[in-house]
């Protein structure tokens, strides 16, 4: 059974970095055509995709916050973490890992986790 | 910058079909987008529904179809049941991006 849990701060201050957790079980980033997404959603608005992870290690970032957005995985962890720098309150919102399955030209995030909110305050 | 853009809201009513769709500022919509669709409730993390423009994943009901219509991608619930309300979002797959619509907000009347 494959679970995803996001972990992190629930508060952080404008101007500093954010560092979340996803904590995986029932699957492995070592092993082909899986990967690790992370989505985020304000308050009240619609979901937004941030980046992705690959087993391979081969990474995408939406164009908008690609310079504030790194993703990195540890395999032996079973983890995945979503570093955001340069926080600001519009980045307020519940953030959300998921497992991607993919292959034969076919994408889909089939695991989410319970998602985690954010909120970033002075 | 590419915009997803979705009706913000329908409504329908109990036994009945809708179709929402899903269209990007590119261009026409065509398989080699992925069309995704998910399903969201108040409160919980969203739900995939359709895959591939028309794939169901094992959980998907029966009266949930996805396809292609005209130049956008399409999610069909036929026989909708008061259980369906819900906010529902397209995913289509932009050069190894990807790309969420803003969601429409499926109201069952």
């Known amino acids: 059974q494959i679970t995803l849990k996001e972990s992190g701060p629930t508060l952080v201050k404008p101007t500093q970095t954010l560092t979340l957790t996803c904590t995986f079980f029932g699957f492995s980033l070592s092993t082909g055509a899986v990967g690790v997404g992370w989505i985020r959603q304000p308050p009240g608005k619609a979901l937004e995709w941030l980046t992705l992870?690959?087993?391979?290690?081969?990474?995408r970032y939406t164009p908008s916050l690609k310079s504030r957005l790194s993703i990195t995985m540890d395999t032996s962890k079973n983890q995945v973490v979503l570093t955001m720098t340069n926080m600001d309150p519009v980045d307020t919102a519940t953030y959300y890992c998921?497992?991607?399955?993919?292959?034969?030209?076919?994408?889909?995030?089939?695991?989410w986790g319970q998602g985690t909110l954010v909120t970033v305050s002075s | 910058q590419t915009v997803v853009t979705q009706e913000p809201s329908l409504t329908v009513s109990p036994g009945g079909t809708v179709t929402l769709t899903c269209a990007s500022s590119?261009?026409?919509?065509?398989?080699?987008?992925?069309p995704n669709w998910f399903q969201q409730k108040p409160g919980q993390a969203p739900r995939a529904l359709i895959y591939?423009?028309?794939n169901k994943l094992s959980w998907t009901p029966a009266r949930f179809s996805g396809s292609l219509l005209g130049d956008k991608a399409a999610l069909t619930l036929s026989g909708v049941q008061p259980e369906d309300e819900a906010e529902y979002y397209c995913?289509?797959?932009?050069?190894?991006?990807?790309?969420f619509g803003g969601g429409t907000k499926l109201t069952v009347l």
């Open positions: 998921a497992h991607l399955s993919y292959g034969s030209g076919d994408y889909y995030y089939d695991y």
């Open positions: 591939g423009t028309s």
């Open positions: 590119t261009g026409a919509v065509t398989s080699d987008y992925y």
């Open positions: 995913l289509l797959y932009h050069g190894g991006a990807q790309l």
């Open positions: 992870i690959y087993w391979n290690d081969d990474k």
